[in-house]
C-alpha cells in the first residue's frame, strides 16, 4: 500500500499554511496517517540550503537557484517523502516541483524544458493531488508584508509576482486532473469551505 502525495502551491501570502491545519485537521477525522512537510528545507541538508536560499544577502544567479532547489527536493523526496508512502503514510507538503516551475521558470525566467530535464534525471514522483492556492499578487504580498520581515522572493518586485501567479495557473490548466484551484482572495471560511470540499472528493475517489 502506497500513501498519497498532496501538495500546496501559491504565491507568497496565499494562504497556503493556514489551510495546512484544515487539511490536518479532515485527515484526522478519516483516521489516515500522514506527515506534513515543507519546501525548501525539508530534507536533512534543509536547514542549511534554506538559508542559502532565502537569505537577501545571498547572491546566486537563477541557474544556480533552480540547482540549489532542486537538490533541496532530491534530498527531501529520497529521506523522507518516498520512504514514507511507500510505507503507506500519506504526505503532506507545503510547497513541491511546481514552485520551481512558477518561481524560476515563471519568476526567473528559465526555460521550461530545462526544469523538465532535471526533473526526469531525478525521478521525482507526481503529487497526487495539487491545491493551488490562487490570488492577485497585490492582495498577497501585503498579507505576506504583515506576517514578518521579507525574504529574497517576498522582496521581489510585484510583476516577478504576477509572473508566478501566471505560470502556476498555466500548469494548472495544463493538468486539470492534479490541480485544484481554490480562490484564495475570498474570507477565510470561504476558502476553508472550498478546501475542505477538495480533500473531502479526493477522499471519495
Ligand atoms: P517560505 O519562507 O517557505 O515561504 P512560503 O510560506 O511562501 O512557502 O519560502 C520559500 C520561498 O522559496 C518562496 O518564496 C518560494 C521559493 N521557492 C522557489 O523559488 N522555488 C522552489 O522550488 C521552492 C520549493 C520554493
Redesign the pocket.
Known sequence: MTGKFITLE?????G??TSLSDIKKILDKYSISYITT????GGPLGTEL?SL??NKNSNITSEV?LLL??A??KDHVDNLILPNLESGVWVLS????D??Y???GG??KIETSTIDKLANILNLPKPDLTILYDLPPDVALQR?AQRSAL????SEPVDFHTRIRNAYLERAKREKERFKIVNSSADFDRVKEQVLKIITKFLDE
Open positions: 501559491g504565491i507568497e501570502g496565499s497556503k499554511s515543507k519546501e525548501p528545507g534554506r536560499l532565502l537557484e532547489m532542486m533541496d527536493r507545503d510547497r513541491y516541483l514552485s520551481t512558477a518561481y524560476q519568476g526567473r505576506a525574504d529574497r522572493f517576498e
